[in-house]
């Protein structure tokens, strides 16, 4: 089970950025499995990790933080078994290390901003907003 995220970078504020995950492994492939809900988190220096977006991937179901509500939509490709979050009109406190991760067994929505609850987790993205 392999979850890469990209997409991180630089941007001003006001500006857009895309992230992927792209997730591999048998836990993502076989049917029995389907079934399962991709978070967004991120975790800005000094500050604890924090729910962005997550997206249920058999419904298509997401939810996310108020904080990002509008401005970021959190999307699958299920072809390519490959999570993204468009970020529009970005702001400074947006800038954090951004975590995809898979919730293999998920509960109701109201589960999916708990860290807790997921399996696995990539390796973070970097996103800098500069003011």
């Known amino acids: 089970v392999q979850l890469q995220a990209s997409g991180g970078g630089l941007v001003q504020a006001g500006g857009s950025l895309r992230l992927s995950c792209v997730t591999s492994?048998?836990?993502?492939?076989?049917?029995?499995?389907?079934?399962?809900?991709l978070g967004w988190f991120r975790q800005a220096p000094g500050k604890e990790r924090e729910f962005v977006a997550a997206i249920r991937r058999i419904t298509g179901g997401s939810s996310y933080a108020d904080s990002v509500k509008g401005r970021f939509a959190v999307s699958t490709d299920n072809a390519k078994n490959t999570v993204f979050l468009q970020m529009n009109s970005l702001k400074p406190e947006g800038t954090a290390v951004y975590y995809c991760?898979?919730?293999?067994?998920?509960?109701?929505?109201?589960?999916?901003?708990?860290?807790?609850?997921?399996?696995?987790w990539g390796q973070g993205t970097l996103v800098t907003v500069s003011s």
């Open positions: 492994g048998r836990a993502f492939s076989g049917r029995a499995f389907s079934n399962f809900v």
């Open positions: 991760a898979a919730d293999f067994t998920p509960g109701p929505l109201s589960t999916w901003q708990d860290s807790n609850a997921y399996d696995s």
